[in-house]
């Protein structure tokens, strides 16, 4: 039996807009929210509250970066976020300042952050321009509603 309460994929659009730098501080939070305990996350910052801290400012880094060289697209109601990243045939260049910026968010946990950086940028293709899909995050109580794959 198929489910009714997911909206089809002509009735998306209406779901999917771009991100306004005033939305900012919203999506870091979404973001921020939705990975609070995903296994990675947890393996990055072992202390549940030590990543409440950390993350928004780490997330932030990421969606002003997608903001300025990337396209951000949300919903309406703010409540999911996608961050498009352009990719080249070279691998891509962190943005100006990250190295400093994740210090100063990452604190005592910067060597972990610094080796996923580095795990993450050996899987990506080379060889060819693409959008990468940096990342995609949905509010724990809106996921399972097909918010995702609309901003997919």
Same mark, same amino acid.
């Given at each position: 039996?198929a ?18 730098p005033?939305?900012? +501080? ?5 973001i ?9 996350? *947890? !393996?990055?910052?072992?202390? *549940? ?6 993350? +928004?400012?780490?997330?932030?880094? #990421? ?9 951000? @697209?949300?919903? +309406? ?6 961050? !498009? ?12 300042? #990250?190295?400093?910026a994740?210090?100063a968010?990452a ?16 899987? @990506? +293709? ?14 724990s109580? *809106? ?10």
């Amino acid at each position: 039996m198929a489910r009714t309460d997911r909206p089809t994929a002509r009735h998306r659009g209406d779901r999917v807009a771009l991100a306004s730098p005033a939305d900012i +501080p919203v999506l870091t939070a979404v973001i921020a929210e939705a990975f609070e305990d995903l296994p990675p996350s *947890r !393996w990055l910052v072992p202390h *549940r509250a030590e990543r409440r801290r950390i993350w +928004p400012g780490y997330f932030r880094i #990421y969606v002003e970066h997608a903001m300025t060289s990337g396209t951000v @697209h949300t919903t +309406p109601g703010r409540d999911a976020v996608a961050l !498009w990243l352009p990719a080249g045939p070279a691998p891509a260049e962190p943005p100006a300042g #990250y190295a400093a910026a994740l210090a100063a968010v990452a604190g005592p946990y910067l060597d972990r952050f610094t080796a996923f950086d580095a795990a993450l940028d050996q899987r @990506h +293709p080379t060889g060819f321009a693409y959008r990468h899909l940096a990342i995609l995050a949905v509010r724990s109580d *809106r996921q399972g509603q097909g918010t995702g794959t609309a901003l997919l």
